[in-house]
């Protein structure tokens, strides 16, 4: 659905790498993530699904992959292209590792209003719900508040109807619909279903792909300093406490809360 101008429908869909735990072993997080696998954060994949299927429904629909990283480090951008974006942009940093979710989401906010002196108003910018390494969750709402625009969470599909964005989204118990008028910013979960992969032509094309840099030299100070960043340890299997009767099990389970220290 183009606009009333006449141009394409842009949307902005933010991606980033993330570590691979499932071949890492996992490992540690961070500047040492250059020697583990890695792989396209899931949850900006389900984004990218979700601006993909929109622009099924509508050839009017132009998608723009959107990352920060170093100068150079542009492999999140070529798997969004061969899987679904039509541009891509990387805004370049000296050091990612080091800002929190509002530096983050700042520097987006200023490489979003750089692209729009290229391709015209940002439309819709879609995020994954949160990245699989720093699960802070707050790159959505807080890039929502940088470019002063109305913001829905926990995405599963969604819908555009001229200038309004309707969302399938979870909600306790089941599903509901949250609508937004243009521009917005959505963030998406797991659906359910698995989106589409990239076939050995896009591949190919995305790996010969010219991506253009924006440099930002300084950017935003974090609030937050993150010195390492380590998965969520498993969790162990715990103890089961069957004594003889109730009264019994209760002041065993009181005796190994003291000796822990939790009470």
């Known amino acids: 659905m183009r606009t009333e101008d006449g141009r394409n429908r842009n949307i902005i869909v933010c991606v980033k790498l993330v570590p691979d735990f499932g071949k890492n072993d996992r490992e540690p997080c961070g500047p040492a993530m250059k020697s583990q696998a890695v792989q396209l954060n899931p949850f900006d994949g389900y984004a ?43 805004a370049a940093v000296p050091n990612p590792d080091a800002l ?25 910018i879609f995020c994954g719900r949160q990245s699989t390494d720093g699960q802070s969750a707050q790159v959505g709402p807080q ?23 309707r969302v399938k989204q979870e909600a306790r118990g089941g599903t509901q619909i949250a609508a937004a008028e243009l521009p917005c910013v959505a963030a998406f979960t797991s659906p359910g279903w698995s989106p589409r992969l990239p076939t050995i ?13 924006l440099e930002f030299p300084q950017p935003p100070p974090p609030a937050l300093m ?16 069957r004594e003889r009767d109730a009264e019994n099990s209760a002041r065993r389970l009181f005796r190994l809360l003291s000796s822990s220290g939790v009470l």
């Open 226 to 241: 993150v010195r390492a960043m380590r998965p969520v340890p498993k969790r162990s299997g715990g103890i089961t406490i």
């Open 201 to 213: 032509k896009s591949s190919v094309l995305a790996s010969a792909a010219v991506i253009p840099t």
């Open 100 to 124: 929190d979710a509002l530096s983050v989401s700042r520097v987006l906010a200023a490489a979003i209003r750089r692209l729009e002196e290229t391709f015209g108003t940002a439309d819709l």
């Open 48 to 90: 990218l699904e979700a601006a993909a299927r929109l622009r099924d429904a509508d050839e009017g629909v132009r998608i723009i992959a959107l990352s920060v990283g170093r100068s150079g480090e542009d492999e999140a951008l070529r798997r969004a292209l061969s899987i679904a974006a039509d541009h891509a942009l990387l």
């Open 143 to 165: 890039l929502a508040q940088c470019l002063h625009c109305a913001f829905i969470g926990r995405g599963l599909e969604a819908a555009l109807n001229k200038n309004t964005l």
